[in-house]
């Protein structure tokens, strides 16, 4: 069983350049896709990144491209990811997940494993 508890999260400006973190422990990190996800008020949860086992290959969704960066440390098991150019449209509780698997998926039913949220609220 893996635990992801992500940080990182709070009240930024909108411009704002905060970075999450992702504490993974229990299973073999380097065995897992690893995907940042975001849920508004309302909305259904949406991928936002994932980052290849191995961190080889990155992918990201068009809302957010040019803009965050998905990174991971496989020795301290961690992942991130990198916001820049804060919007208030980027208001969310951000998930990170892992998914057994081997290549990149974009669906919330792709990833076994779940972090509890954090909280990312950008005011204009």
């Known amino acids: 069983q893996m635990q992801l508890v992500e940080s990182g999260g709070g009240l930024v400006q909108a411009g704002g350049s905060p970075r999450l973190s992702c504490a993974a422990s229990?299973?073999?990190?380097?065995?897992?896709?690893m995907g940042w996800f975001r849920q508004a008020p309302g909305k259904e949860r949406e991928f936002v990144a994932a980052?290849?086992?191995?961190?080889?290959?990155?992918y990201y969704a068009d809302s957010v491209k040019g803009r965050f960066t998905i990174s991971e440390d496989n020795a301290k098991n961690m992942v991130y990811l990198q916001m820049n150019s804060l919007k208030p449209e980027d208001t969310a509780v951000y998930y990170c997940?892992?998914?057994?698997?081997?290549?990149?998926?974009?669906?919330?039913?792709?990833?076994?494993?779940w972090g509890q949220g954090t909280q990312v609220t950008v005011s204009s």
């Open positions: 997940a892992a998914d057994w698997a081997d290549t990149i998926v974009v669906v919330t039913t792709g990833y076994d494993y």
């Open positions: 980052i290849s086992r191995g961190g080889g290959f990155t």
């Open positions: 229990g299973l073999s990190f380097s065995s897992y896709v």
